[in-house]
């Protein structure tokens, strides 16, 4: 029953962090597929994968220095931030290099690396809230436990990995041959980098006053990142306002769809008004990205393309669309 609970309080929350994540996306949704694909890499890869690696290097550092508190530290501080962001990272490399179109923004980046934390927090979660709550702690462990991993540190892993998911973004976007090179490279390094430090700040401090201190830390920085996310959803709302100007010169569309298209709201608000309304309101963000795309990166071998089909679907959903 406790593992059961465990399962519950690991997943569940970060299914609820990962549809808010989803619906932050306002103007140019992510193939939903994908973005499960990424948390699913969390969990299952990510997660198996630093379970062993960090256990191994862990064992390691014991035999070198026999000591179970530098092995704790060193493991904590070091080993686990390196190999948790790479791993994680990793998913975003897939991604920028498979579905590199995908890529239309910093937004896409955060989206991307926030999923991928989302679903190593699940395992994560699942394995700290049984093993160092209910197994150490009984009932009272377990749901202390819960409460730290998720309402106190609940969103850290999202933020970590979401560094990295900008320096792929910022590499995507970018024309700039060195930043396109260094960019990733900066966002892993500041991913490793905010990890190791929330892994250490509190421990240096120690005890209910270090958790204080740490906890305070962390919701600065995620404070910090949600108003990130908000001024790049207001820069894709711009993208979309001017994007969509020559659909409603050309007839393409109406002047009232051109508002409801510029709208935060309409992404939540179209599928109320049936399936062809909702994908007429998504091909309009896609649009208003992909001619973005074009007008910083040309062709790409098959801009024009795309273009050219999202305006044939949205000439033939524009009569049906409220």
Known sequence: MAL????FFGFFPMFIFAILIY????????????????????????????FIINTVFGLGIYMFTGSEGTTEAATASI????????LKGL??????????????????GIMYGGMVGLGFAATENVLYIYRNGYLEGGWAGLFLLAFIRVILVGWMHAFFTAFTGIGFALARTNRNTLVKFIAPFVGLGTAIFVHAFHNTFGGLIGGLGGLAAGTFVDWVGWAMMFVFI???????RNIVK???QEEVYAGLITQTQYQRAISPLTMTTAPLSGRATARFYRVCGELAHKKEQMARHGDEKGNAAIIKALRTELASLAPLTV
């Open 4 to 7: 059961i609970v465990s399962l």
């Open 79 to 86: 080993v686990a931030p390196i190999v948790e962001e790479i």
């Open 230 to 236: 908000i001024w790049m959803i207001v820069h894709e």
């Open 91 to 108: 998913a975003v490399a897939i991604v920028f290099f498979l579905f590199r179109r995908e890529f239309d923004s910093v937004l896409d």
């Open 242 to 244: 001017k994007q969509l």
């Open 23 to 50: 619906w932050l996306d306002r103007y140019e949704k992510e193939p939903a597929a994908l973005l499960g694909a990424a948390f699913f890499w969390g969990v299952v890869i990510a997660a198996g994968g630093s």
